[in-house]
């Protein structure tokens, strides 16, 4: 905030209180985000249904066109400083992204803003993934929801090895790596395998 990137704030909506001991398919009911950026956009879905978009127009948001996420898309998002600390899968992957010898066959860009909102939105929209490899992100919190508005878009959103939405919470703060994206990407960042790096601190 103290240097005005863009943020967010991220919602879930869950059935009752007995969500721990389930998996988040089974009892998110809706869920979405607000950017704040150079416009301020608020984006939900509910469980099984479509995608809504809406912009702050003036004073109050109006509804805006949806989107869909495409198959696949020219972008990766993490942080590359951590390189030296990522698993053999992840390292294996980024390094055939920039040279185009992924199953896509294409070369990807970097995009990273290092705000989790800011980079989701933009995936969601232009393709590619977006993500943590670390075990950072709270499941209930912010993974599962997130995964929730992927799922209605098109794209697809895994910690490395399974589909969020699938994942069993076990406790209110579990965390979990998130993958969020085009279908086709994150599938094939699972496919390379070994992509989830252990729980790490770092100072900035």
Same mark, same amino acid.
């Given at each position: 905030?103290?240097?005005?990137?863009?943020?967010?704030?991220?919602?879930?909506?869950?059935?009752?209180?007995?969500?721990?001991?389930?998996?988040?398919?089974?009892?998110?009911?809706?869920?979405?985000?607000?950017?704040?950026?150079?416009?301020?956009?608020?984006?939900?879905?509910?469980?099984?249904?479509?995608?809504?978009?809406?912009?702050?127009?003036?004073?109050?948001?109006?509804?805006?066109?949806?989107?869909?996420?495409?198959?696949?898309?020219?972008?990766?998002?993490?942080?590359?400083?951590?390189?030296?600390?990522?698993?053999?899968?992840?390292?294996?992957? &980024? !390094? +055939? %992204?920039? *040279?185009?010898?992924?199953?896509? #066959?294409?070369?990807?860009?970097? $995009?990273?803003?290092?705000? @989790? &909102? !800011? +980079? %989701?939105? *933009?995936?969601?929209?232009?393709? #590619?993934?977006?993500?943590?490899? $670390?075990?950072?992100?709270? @499941?209930?919190?912010? %993974?599962?929801?997130?995964?929730?508005?992927?799922?209605?878009?098109?794209?697809?959103?895994?910690?490395?090895?399974?589909?969020?939405?699938?994942?069993?919470?076990?406790?209110?703060?579990?965390?979990?790596?998130?993958?969020?994206?085009?279908?086709?990407?994150?599938?094939?960042?699972?496919?390379?395998?070994?992509?989830?790096?252990?729980?790490?601190?770092?100072?900035?």
């Amino acid at each position: 905030l103290d240097v005005s990137l863009p943020t967010g704030t991220i919602f879930g909506v869950f059935r009752g209180d007995a969500f721990v001991g389930r998996t988040a398919r089974e009892s998110l009911v809706a869920s979405g985000y607000a950017l704040y950026s150079s416009s301020c956009e608020f984006v939900v879905a509910r469980a099984g249904g479509p995608l809504r978009r809406f912009v702050l127009d003036g004073g109050s948001f109006v509804e805006a066109p949806s989107f869909m996420t495409p198959r696949r898309g020219p972008y990766y998002s993490l942080n590359d400083a951590r390189e030296p600390d990522w698993p053999d899968g992840l390292r294996r992957w &980024v !390094a +055939d %992204a920039k *040279r185009g010898t992924t199953p896509a #066959g294409a070369k990807y860009s970097s $995009r990273y803003v290092c705000a @989790l &909102v !800011a +980079d %989701a939105h *933009r995936t969601l929209i232009a393709g #590619g993934w977006a993500g943590n490899p $670390r075990p950072h992100l709270r @499941l209930l919190y912010e %993974a599962a929801p997130l995964a929730l508005v992927a799922e209605a878009a098109g794209a697809y959103a895994s910690d490395g090895v399974s589909a969020i939405l699938d994942l069993r919470i076990e406790a209110l703060h579990d965390r979990v790596p998130l993958f969020l994206g085009s279908v086709d990407d994150v599938r094939d960042l699972e496919g390379y395998g070994d992509v989830q790096q252990g729980s790490a601190r770092y100072a900035a």
